[in-house]
């Protein structure tokens, strides 16, 4: 019988608690309930109890009781559920989660949630689901539901709602049972590739040619998100090569730009040692919202360049400045690898817009921007890592072929 763990408050969300607890019951599925409740008693007796979850995350609940500090005790509480989460998965006593609560109950049960690998099924109704949900799904599989009405007794609404997200986690389960019983096929070695919409057909016809040599590719958007993603799964061991041709994500870390994946970005590959081809995909751009989310600073420099690319991304060009800067981040973080690394160079630009067509230059074609990626990646990297120049954009099938070439005969194919 499937186990499903329900993480939940039970002193002050135990009535909605029973509710989903009853219902998993009742489609066959074994609820495993653990108890993050702080301040007072259980509405029932959970299977995992509240001083239980204190204790994992570091800190008695009489000590957090006495105390009476409300970050604390979510910071804490948080910690357990996430250790708690990952135990029973390990034990095999964890096959789905469900949570529920408002702001803090959000931020335990996401907690644990996170903990968990991706393809563990994982719902959590929240009071805060139509806002930013960034913070707590962060790069795991996370389904929030929105509440809708908050988190506190049940009525016609409420009750719909955690209905659905019992019913939702359940059909998860089931589902996840069925591919589990299907025959395995071959595994096939998996690959990671960062790609953006100005290196869709670059990334296409490589994700083709690795196809064919028997690699599994992974794509990621580079969203910030995405790159976040795509590292910790290198640092969780799935990938064995890099194909790190997107790397815009960090002209947002330098200029503020909505798609920043943090400055650990380009780290786990060079630190688990395995292969990997970096180009400066998408150097040129900063992203942006609308055109009126634009910080000042720049929308009132008439030197910049924008792009309005939909009505919701509004890119900017990078100077020869910033791409000097760029090149030696570049440059710092290949010279840093472990395992075998090559860079390489699209000499007639980093993106569709950094490019000249048949109708001429477009519109973020700047040379000397280019120049100044290209010399600083070349001045300040490691000297015995590879830098290859190449006379082609880097969506031409010229750049194709190099990088894959050269990643396929790093992996030794």
Known sequence: MPTIVLVAAL?????????????????????LVVNTGVV???RFQPDVDAAEVARAGGTALDELRRRADRGEAIAVMARGAAAIAARLQQEGRLDGIVGLGGSAGTAVG???????????????????????????????????????????????????????????????????????????????????????????????????????????????????????????????????????????EWADQLCGGVFDAGPTRLDAAGEKGIPQVIAPGCLDMVNFGAEDTVPAQYKNDPSRKFYVWNPQVTLMRTTPEENAQLGTIIAEKASAAKGPVEIFLPLRGVSILDSVTDEGPQPFWWPEADRALFDAIKQHVRRDVPVHEVDANINDPAFTKATTDALLRMLGR
């Open 11 to 31: 002193d002050t969300k135990g009535e909605e608690a029973q509710l989903v607890r009853e219902y998993i019951a009742a489609r066959g599925h074994q609820p």
């Open 40 to 42: 007072g008693e259980p």
């Open 110 to 248: 996401s907690a644990a949630m996170r903990a968990l690998p991706v393809g563990v099924p994982k719902v959590l109704v929240s009071t805060v689901a139509s806002g930013n949900v960034a913070p707590y799904v962060g790069t795991k599989d996370v389904a929030m539901m929105y509440s809708v009405v908050d988190v506190a007794g049940i009525n016609r609404l409420s009750r719909a709602v955690l209905t659905n997200a019992a019913g939702a986690v359940c059909g998860a389960v089931d589902a996840a049972a069925h591919l589990a019983a299907q025959p395995a096929g071959e595994e096939k070695p998996l690959l990671a590739a960062s790609m953006f919409g100005n290196t869709t057909k670059l990334v296409d016809a490589a994700r083709a040619i690795f196809e064919d040599h028997g690699y599994e590719v992974l794509v990621f958007h580079a969203t910030g998100s995405g790159g976040q993603t795509m590292e910790g799964l290198i640092r969780d061991g799935f990938i064995h090569g890099a194909y790190d041709v997107t790397t815009t």
